[in-house]
Antibody
Framework: EVQLVESGGGLVKPGGSLRLSCAAS????????MNWVRQAPGKGLEWVSS????????YYADSVKGRFTISRDNAKNSLYLQMNSLRAEDTAVYYC??????????????WGQGTLVTVSS | SYVLTQPPSVSVAPGQTARITCGGN??????VHWYQQKPGQAPVLVVY???DRPSGIPERFSGSNSGNTATLTISRVEAGDEADYYC????????????FGGGTKLTVL
């Protein structure tokens, strides 16, 4: 059974940093692209970042470019999102989601339950 | 940047057919994916690559894509289909990124 479990969310002050993690199990992690998608309270889905299976291709939304860094450790079956210079508008539930294949253009077929990040003073 | 436009809400009676549209410039040239999200839950992929269904998704869910509009069709709507639905495409016209539509709230009357 495919499982994605996010962790690392919490309350942080504006300008602060957080590192989100996503532990994957039930599939060959190194064969799939991975994504972070967020959802602000009461709002729609917003794509944040994607990484190909071998980390060769990495993409970011303009809203987080230069502040967030996506990475993965295929040996540990884990996906990460380092978030720096956080702003109030980054407040959201952050979902880890698996791509259907090793390339980032594939749809996301499994999602974690999300971790809440709150940016507030 | 590429924009996907969805109606904020669609209402349908049980047993009827719901159609949720997703508009975008020449969207017919892109692969469209659709997600269902119920309150307090993570999204679920219901249609990918315009019209394919993941395993476990009922045949009642279907998709089409042509011109400037993609459509998610839900036949024989059930109360359990009430949810938010989002369309998604990968846009590489100016930069490389995923785009989501604003979402459509499906209400089963």
């Amino acid at each position: 059974e495919v499982q994605l479990v996010e962790s690392g969310g919490g309350l942080v002050k504006p300008g602060g940093s957080l590192r989100l993690s996503c532990a994957a199990s039930g599939f060959t992690f190194s064969s799939y692209s991975m994504n972070w998608v967020r959802q602000a309270p009461g709002k729609g889905l917003e794509w944040v970042s994607s990484i190909s299976s071998s980390s060769s291709y990495i993409y970011y939304a303009d809203s987080v470019k230069g502040r967030f860094t996506i990475s993965r450790d295929n040996a540990k079956n884990s996906l990460y999102l380092q978030m720096n210079s956080l702003r109030a508008e980054d407040t959201a539930v952050y979902y880890c989601a698996r791509g259907q294949s090793l390339v980032v253009v594939a749809a996301t077929d499994y999602w974690g339950q999300g971790t809440l990040v709150t940016v507030s003073s | 940047s590429y924009v996907l436009t969805q109606p904020p809400s669609v209402s349908v009676a049980p047993g009827q057919t719901a159609r949720i549209t997703c508009g975008g410039n020449n969207i017919g040239s892109k692969s469209v994916h659709w997600y269902q999200q119920k309150p307090g839950q993570a999204p679920v992929l219901v249609v990918y690559d315009d019209s394919d269904r993941p395993s476990g998704i009922p045949e009642r869910f279907s998709g089409s894509n042509s011109g400037n509009t993609a459509t998610l069709t839900i036949s024989r709507v059930e109360a359990g289909d009430e949810a938010d639905y989002y369309c998604q495409v990968w846009d590489s016209s100016s930069d490389h990124y995923w785009v989501f539509g604003g979402g459509t709230k499906l209400t089963v009357l």
